[in-house]
């Protein structure tokens, strides 16, 4: 009912940047929160940043400072803009959003996923 689409992943040196990009489509009444979380080998998947449809953003530790997540609810779309990446940095990349459908169902939806890989 809900289907999110990234784009943006791949190599990038440490240091670099890199930009992600998702956008929802289906049976959309509203999107409570977007975000991304990530998943590297042999680890748990984890929340990167998160975006209330307030406006409040949360951060993972590892990330703030370097990533900056924003929202465009207009077009239910979610960027993650990630800059002085580091190898650790490494993961698929997932876009979430917890949103309510036009028949009223809430619910959880993610993306295939992004790989993002920071190497030199």
């Known amino acids: 009912q809900v289907q999110l689409v990234e784009s943006g992943g791949g190599l990038v040196q440490p240091g670099g940047s890199l930009r992600l990009s998702c956008a929802a489509s289906?049976?959309?009444?509203?999107?409570?929160?977007m975000g991304w979380y990530r998943q590297a080998p042999g680890k748990q998947r984890e929340l990167v940043a998160a975006?209330?449809?307030?406006?409040?953003?949360n951060y993972a530790d590892s990330v703030k400072g370097r990533f900056t997540i924003s929202r465009d609810n207009t077009k239910n779309t979610v960027s993650l803009q990630m800059a002085s990446l580091k190898p650790e940095d490494t993961a698929v990349y997932y876009c979430?959003?917890?949103?309510?459908?036009?028949?009223?169902?809430?619910?959880?939806?993610w993306g295939q996923g992004t790989l993002v890989t920071v190497s030199s």
């Open positions: 289906g049976s959309i009444f509203r999107i409570n929160t």
């Open positions: 975006d209330t449809s307030r406006g409040s953003t």
């Open positions: 979430y959003a917890r949103a309510t459908t036009t028949t009223g169902n809430a619910l959880d939806a």
